[in-house]
């Protein structure tokens, strides 16, 4: 099965995170292909970029997130597949299990498969889509390299298109805010019983100081609801 690899690395007694056991509700044929951009400080900091397709999320890890210019090739490993509910998760896995850290909804929306025929596009290496998101948006293509040395897995490269999307700037720098909570990282350490020196590691350093010299710019902590981490009862 599509989640046989996630489910074998996650102990959901532990996480937070969506199983994906359960079968999601029928969708309408309608519905459009949803996405999301995880900004998450593991054990390094990275962007994880999921497509919604055929059930599940194809996922790759983007080190240095995506960038608007097209000159820029953006590295993008290829990873396990994920339940739709992941699109939904933000919040702590705890330290110790796999993925350990803070995990951010920093990007969400929908795609459009530019390639006639996404699987053919996906065994050849050469996906080209376009986002309609709230930060990303326009023509992009997924591009699968070579394996480097004694490395077994091919990586990919993410490149944005030459539309009126593109740019120079720096989006991660600039938008570092999630999409649904509008957290930065360390905020939502703060609020869901994470590590905040780590957290804040993942946030611009500009930003941190400014917050540093006028707290009142922090965003308010999240009152009530249950939050997105697993605590042990043991003392």
């Known amino acids: 099965m599509a989640l046989t690899e996630y489910w074998k690395k996650r102990r959901f007694g532990v996480t937070a995170e969506p199983s994906g056991k359960e079968?999601?509700?029928?969708?309408?044929?309608?519905?459009?292909?949803?996405?999301?951009?995880?900004?998450?400080?593991?054990?390094q900091l990275h962007y994880d970029f999921r497509l919604e397709w055929k059930g599940v999320l194809l996922s790759w890890a983007v080190p240095k997130g995506p960038s608007l210019d097209p000159s820029v090739k953006r590295m993008a490993m290829p990873t396990e597949d994920h339940?739709?509910?992941?699109?939904?998760?933000?919040?702590?896995?705890?330290?110790?299990?796999?993925?350990?850290g803070t995990v951010m909804i920093w990007d969400n929306g929908t795609w459009t498969p530019e390639s006639p025929d996404v699987d053919a596009a996906l065994k050849k290496g050469d996906l080209k889509f376009t986002l309609q998101g709230k930060k990303?948006?326009?023509?992009?293509?997924?591009?699968?390299?070579?394996?480097?040395?004694?490395?077994g897995r091919?990586?990919?490269?993410?490149i944005k298109h030459r539309d009126e999307f593109a740019g120079t700037r720096d989006i991660a720098e600039d938008e570092p805010r999630s999409v649904i909570s509008k957290r930065i990282l360390v905020e939502i350490a703060r609020d869901e019983?994470?590590?905040?020196?780590?957290?804040?590691?993942?946030?611009?350093?500009?930003?941190?100081?400014?917050?540093?010299?006028?707290?009142k710019l922090l965003t308010p902590p999240k009152r009530g609801g249950r939050k997105a981490v697993w605590k042990s009862n043991r003392a």
Request: aromatic share 8%; glycine share 14%; charged share 30%.
């Open 23 to 43: 079968k999601p509700a029928p969708k309408k044929r309608a519905k459009a292909l949803g996405y999301v951009i995880q900004k998450h400080r593991a054990s």
């Open 83 to 100: 339940p739709i509910e992941y699109a939904k998760f933000e919040g702590i896995i705890p330290e110790g299990e796999y993925g350990g």
């Open 136 to 151: 990303l948006r326009g023509s992009w293509v997924l591009v699968r390299t070579r394996p480097r040395g004694g490395d």
């Open 154 to 158: 091919p990586s990919w490269l993410l």
């Open 193 to 215: 019983g994470g590590d905040l020196e780590k957290a804040a590691t993942g946030d611009p350093p500009a930003l941190l100081r400014k917050l540093a010299k006028n707290p």
